[in-house]
């Protein structure tokens, strides 16, 4: 282990012209138009040159930058992706990362969700802005998962799959199963007399199709038309002797959007098909959980139905119900809890804004498995963020022509060549319609009052006194915020710091800090901020003095465990902690503050290289007699041997159990980066400093 540690980088003027009571020849003067759009080409440049180094330094960069080009491009309809869950029941499922599954090929350690994402599609080939809607099917040790996918050129749903053999740990994209001319999603697949089928919802075509696989799991052919009607996320389930048919009409006078449910039934999933006494089931506000949300299951022998919440934005949770009584006349559910925690991460989290769909298997083991979709931002963020930032840079067009006003580059808010009074020599018949015209004189009377306003508001301010530069200054301020707030509306995404996938999978570290009494105020703000960050599963606080707090004291979005020490020392963060269930931890100073893309980032790069300590302050001991040299002088020499540990990943099992011994020791300060490189700064063969 004596691979070298990685470092991450993380006076106004104006011109006074002499009085001309000639208004209409002063604001057409060449040299005052000529002044204006200097200005304002001027104006342009600065302001592009400072919104580009906010977009340089500041902005948050998209995790998908490189897949643009095909899949995984901004869409109002969200950005989906699917998660595994695993219980001893359907309702105490918990994610993934909580088992503890280990995969050393992708150094996820854990595993975490999201397992299937639209760059997974994607990188396999087939274009994806997003995943959602899971389906699963078990045959034996084998998982399939049947998914909806929206194809990026086309912009409608194709019909997904992809095969998991490690029990949903790690999936292979198969590729498109079914693609149709029209919007594919929702593909529930069962079976029925010795053949798999699938029905797809595909309202767009006014129809509800079942498919039979003839080569399963990517060939299908159409066997019938169910029913002529635009049923939405519609399933088939048998029950009591019948097969029961649940899905959503939405059209019809008087139909509440996603809040309307109908029943029918049959003696065979091809039908002919009864409607229920009752139709509609639902039709009612679209938050009740009336649209199905999945795959309805059987426990303890009882039917469940999955329901999705539309209430404040599409597909905001799943509701679950307990069918009470299905008979051809009467039908009653009552909703209970499915005991699902929701992320408090907000957008950094893969499901922190929603989650419509649910479907839940057992396993030949006993074991229930459980896939769901989520998404970070609601239904048609990316609308909204590019209205914004349109009414942003708007804003900024006019403080920018009332900032030239107030220097006096710009006179007058519309050029009088601009009204319809002087439109040149006219005829005395335009004259009589200009007379019996209100909005032509009305036009001429709205352009001088702006003009005689902004001509008047310089004079009030009188830009030359220290108030009226206090007025600029702040004008100016006021421009560049808008301008980089606009910016990062149209074009910084989401606004998430989303973690980093490695080989198609996402993990999770252990953030470690070490702290004392005297400290709780910066704990508690440390703790809010780096709970919320995506990859980090528990947060370690080493309590060295003084009386440790309650956990109740910290607004955290992940578990915090205080590590109670006897000693007062520095070494109490490296001791051997069997509690910690992540082989990555993240040593990190409580009076450090950095964004959570630098630490998402850190962690991807210590993923690649889990051999090494990944940190964020290099240092440099060089020279004769040997002489400690700060980060200043190491990054000017353009090179390292030693990394400070108060904010580095490191592989934990490892470090910590060298730590203890003496005999460990050089290979502890191997480990940690002492020596790997030369006496005069450079980088030895084994080092690597990433910028």
């Known amino acids: 282990m004596g691979s070298s540690p990685i470092v991450i980088s993380g006076s106004s003027a104006h011109r006074t012209t002499r009085p001309n009571n000639n208004k209409n020849k002063n604001n057409n003067d060449p040299c005052v138009s000529s002044s204006a759009f200097v200005f304002l080409i001027g104006s342009f440049i600065i302001l592009g040159s400072i919104c580009g180094l906010y977009v340089r330094f500041l902005m948050t960069p998209n995790v998908h930058a490189g897949l643009s080009a095909i899949g995984c491009k901004e869409d109002d309809e969200g950005s989906w992706s699917i998660g595994v869950f695993y219980g001893d029941s359907p309702f105490s499922l918990k994610p993934i990362e909580d088992m503890n599954i280990w995969r050393n090929k992708s150094a996820a350690w854990p595993v975490a969700n999201p397992v299937i994402t639209c760059a997974s599609a994607s990188v396999a080939g087939f274009s994806s802005n997003f995943v959602a809607d899971p389906f699963l099917y078990v045959q034996g040790d084998v998982l399939y998962m049947f998914f909806e996918t929206k194809n990026s050129i086309t912009m409608q749903g194709d019909i997904g799959v992809a095969r998991s053999t490690d029990k949903g740990a790690s999936w292979e994209q198969l590729g498109i199963a079914l693609d149709e001319d029209w919007h594919l999603s929702y593909p529930y697949v069962f079976d029925y007399n010795g053949n798999i089928y699938m029905m797809p919802e595909g309202r767009a075509k006014g129809q509800l199709r079942l498919y039979r696989a003839v080569k399963f799991p990517m060939e299908w052919t159409l066997e019938k038309i169910i029913m002529k009607k635009p049923l939405v996320d519609s399933f088939i389930i048998p029950h009591d002797g019948k097969y029961w048919l649940f899905g959503s009409d939405h059209r019809g006078i008087g139909t509440e959007y996603n809040g309307q449910l109908e029943i029918w039934y049959s003696t065979s999933p091809l039908g002919p098909w009864k409607p229920h006494k009752k139709n509609p089931i639902y039709n009612a506000d679209k938050s009740m959980g009336a649209r199905n949300g999945g795959r309805p299951f059987l426990f303890d022998g009882y039917l469940y139905r999955v329901g999705q919440d539309d209430g404040e934005t599409y597909g905001r949770r799943i509701r679950l119900f307990k069918v009470e009584v299905l008979t051809t006349n009467v039908f009653k559910e009552v909703e209970v809890p499915l005991g699902l925690k929701a992320s408090i991460k907000g957008r950094n989290a893969w499901n922190g804004a929603r989650s419509h769909h649910l479907d839940v298997q057992r396993l030949s083991s006993g074991e229930w498995i459980g896939v769901m979709d989520g998404d970070r931002v609601p239904s048609g963020d990316a609308s909204r963020r590019f209205n914004l930032g349109c009414a942003s840079v708007l804003g900024v067009a006019a403080l920018v022509i009332l900032f030239g006003m107030l220097?006096?580059?710009?006179?007058?808010?519309?050029?009088?060549?601009?009204?319809?009074?002087?439109?040149?020599?006219?005829?005395?018949?335009?004259?009589?319609?200009?007379?019996?015209?209100?909005?032509?004189?009305?036009?001429?009377?709205?352009?001088?009052?702006?003009?005689?306003?902004?001509?008047?508001?310089?004079?009030?301010?009188?830009?030359?006194?220290?108030?009226?530069?206090?007025?600029?200054?702040?004008?100016?301020?006021?421009?560049?915020?808008?301008?980089?707030?606009?910016?990062?509306?149209?074009?910084?995404?989401?606004?998430?710091?989303?973690?980093?996938?490695?080989?198609?999978?996402?993990?999770?570290?252990?953030?470690?800090?070490?702290?004392?009494d005297a400290r709780l105020w910066n704990l508690k703000m440390y703790v809010e901020h780096y709970s919320r960050c995506s990859s980090v599963r528990e947060i370690v606080v080493v309590w060295n003095k003084g009386q440790p707090p309650e956990l109740s004291e910290f607004d955290s979005a992940v578990p915090v465990r205080i590590r109670v020490e006897e000693k007062n020392s520095l070494n109490n963060r490296f001791k051997v902690d069997p509690s910690i269930k992540t082989r990555s931890v993240l040593e990190l100073d409580d009076d450090i503050m950095m964004p959570c893309d630098d630490v998402e980032r850190g962690f991807k790069v210590w993923r690649e290289h889990p051999e090494r300590i990944v940190g964020f302050y290099p240092r440099l001991a060089n020279g004769s007699p040997l002489k400690y040299r700060a980060e200043s002088h190491a990054r000017k020499h353009n090179g390292y041997n030693m990394i400070l540990t108060g904010a580095a990943f490191i592989d934990s099992k490892m470090a910590f159990e060298m730590y203890p011994t003496i005999d460990h020791w050089k290979k502890f300060l191997k480990f940690c980066g002492f020596g790997c490189g030369s006496n005069n700064g450079s980088r030895g063969k084994n080092c690597l400093y990433l910028r």
């Open 407 to 516: 220097l006096g580059a710009v006179r007058g808010l519309v050029p009088l060549s601009w009204c319809p009074h002087d439109f040149g020599k006219r005829s005395d018949a335009s004259l009589d319609w200009e007379q019996s015209n209100l909005i032509s004189s009305r036009m001429r009377l709205f352009c001088s009052h702006l003009n005689r306003a902004s001509s008047s508001l310089r004079t009030r301010i009188k830009p030359n006194t220290c108030s009226g530069s206090s007025v600029l200054a702040l004008t100016f301020l006021v421009i560049v915020v808008l301008m980089c707030t606009g910016v990062k509306y149209i074009y910084g995404g989401s606004g998430a710091h989303e973690a980093y996938p490695l080989h198609g999978q996402y993990s999770q570290f252990t953030l470690l800090t070490m702290t004392y």
